[in-house]
C-alpha cells in the first residue's frame, strides 16, 4: 500500500514537472498541481547563445514586512558533464518596492557550476569581481550588466535567474514606497557570512 502512494506521488511529480517543462518562460503555472507554484520557468542560454527553457526550483521564500528572502535551485551550465556541472543553491534578498523589487544581496550557498571555468576564472572571482554588480539593481537594470569574458555562460545564466526571480518577485509583491538602495560590499553581494 505505502508503494502504491509512493508511486502515485512520483507519478504526480513527473506530471506536473512535464505540464511545466512544455509552458513557455514566463508562462501562468497550474494552480492545481501541488508544488506547481514553486516552480520557476528560465530561459537558459548556453554558450553558442541557444536558449532553452529550464525549470528553476523556489526552495524557499520567506517574507519579511519589506523585503522577501529566496533560495533558488536552478542550471547554470550546461555545456559540460554532470560530474562538474550540477544545479546551484542562489539565495536572494529583495527589497519590495512601488516600482519594482531591488535585490539587496545575492550569495551562493551551493556552487554547482565548475571550479575554474576552462579559460581559468574562478568563483570567487565571479562572486567577489561580478556580482556586487547586482546589488541595488532592479529588473530592467540587468540587461546592461556586462558579462565575464571566459565565465560568459555562467554570469549569463546568473543574469537570466535573476531576472526570472525579479519577475516573479514583481508580480507577487509591492510595496508603498520605492525600494531602498543598500551599500555594496563583498559581504552584502558575495558571502554567505553577510547573512543574519
Known amino acids: 500500500m505505502k508503494g502504491a ?13 512535464a505540464s511545466c517543462a512544455t509552458a513557455p518562460a514566463g508562462a501562468a503555472r497550474p494552480a492545481s498541481i501541488p508544488g506547481a507554484a514553486r516552480i520557476l520557468p528560465v530561459t537558459h542560454i548556453d554558450g553558442f547563445g541557444t536558449e ?8 524557499w521564500e520567506f517574507e519579511a514586512q519589506t523585503y522577501v528572502r529566496y533560495q533558488i535551485a536552478y542550471i547554470s551550465c550546461t555545456c559540460r558533464q554532470e ?8 539565495f536572494l534578498e529583495i527589497a519590495k518596492g512601488s516600482t519594482g523589487g531591488r535585490i539587496h544581496k545575492i550569495t551562493f550557498d551551493y556552487w554547482g557550476d565548475s571550479p575554474v571555468m576552462p579559460e581559468g576564472t574562478t568563483r570567487k572571482e565571479i562572486e567577489e569581481g561580478w556580482m556586487p554588480q547586482l546589488v541595488n539593481v532592479k529588473l530592467e537594470d540587468i540587461q546592461p550588466i556586462d558579462t565575464i569574458a571566459g565565465a560568459t555562460v555562467t554570469t549569463v545564466n546568473l543574469k537570466q535567474i535573476t531576472k526570472a526571480v525579479l519577475d516573479y518577485h ?12 543598500f551599500d555594496v560590499d563583498a559581504t552584502s553581494s558575495a558571502s554567505s557570512e553577510g547573512w543574519e
Request: glycine share 0%; net charge neutral.
Open 83 to 90: 560530474s562538474v556541472n550540477k544545479h546551484s543553491m542562489l
Open 5 to 17: 502512494k509512493l508511486l502515485a506521488l512520483a507519478a504526480l511529480a513527473a506530471l506536473a514537472l
Open 52 to 59: 532553452t527553457d529550464e525549470l528553476a526550483w523556489i526552495a
Open 170 to 181: 514583481n508580480a507577487k509583491y509591492t510595496a508603498a514606497v520605492e525600494a531602498p538602495m
